[in-house]
């Protein structure tokens, strides 16, 4: 049955997030190899951001507890990104997270700013 599957075909054309649900797909109907599948999905998840799960999938298909030290290095450096882009955001969210602002905003885009950028000194 896996010689007239055509996801391997199609997959190089896809984002990503839409092959994952293919081979979750593959891995539920048992076509191919149970190695094979976790192999693709740790192949497809390393080139993303998504550090912790490809972490899960090495330890899954390497049989190990052990993480490599470049996913370490990695996750690490995710994190310090993920930090320093919620230290930035901070002021906005604080203004945009207020329930008086909440029930201030209206529908029209050019009022909103106009309101923003005079009570709370936002550009």
């Known amino acids: 049955m896996a010689h007239h599957d055509l996801t391997s075909k199609m997959i190089p054309y896809l984002d990503r997030h ?3 649900p293919l081979l979750e797909y593959l891995g539920l109907k048992e076509i191919y190899d149970v190695k094979d599948i976790l192999q693709a999905k740790y192949d497809l998840m390393s080139k993303t951001n998504m550090v912790d799960f490809a972490i899960t999938l090495y330890q899954e298909l390497h049989k190990v507890e ?3 030290a470049d996913l370490s290095k990695r996750r690490e450096e995710i994190l310090a990104t993920l ?3 919620t230290e930035q955001a901070a ?3 604080e203004v945009i997270e207020n329930p008086k602002v909440i029930g201030a905003l209206r ?3 050019e009022q909103n700013i106009k309101l923003l950028q005079e009570k709370f000194r936002c550009n």
Do not use: I
Request: charged share 25%.
């Open 18 to 20: 839409l092959s994952f």
């Open 66 to 68: 052990e993480v490599p």
């Open 83 to 85: 930090n320093s882009y």
């Open 91 to 93: 002021k906005v969210m």
């Open 107 to 109: 529908q029209d885009k």
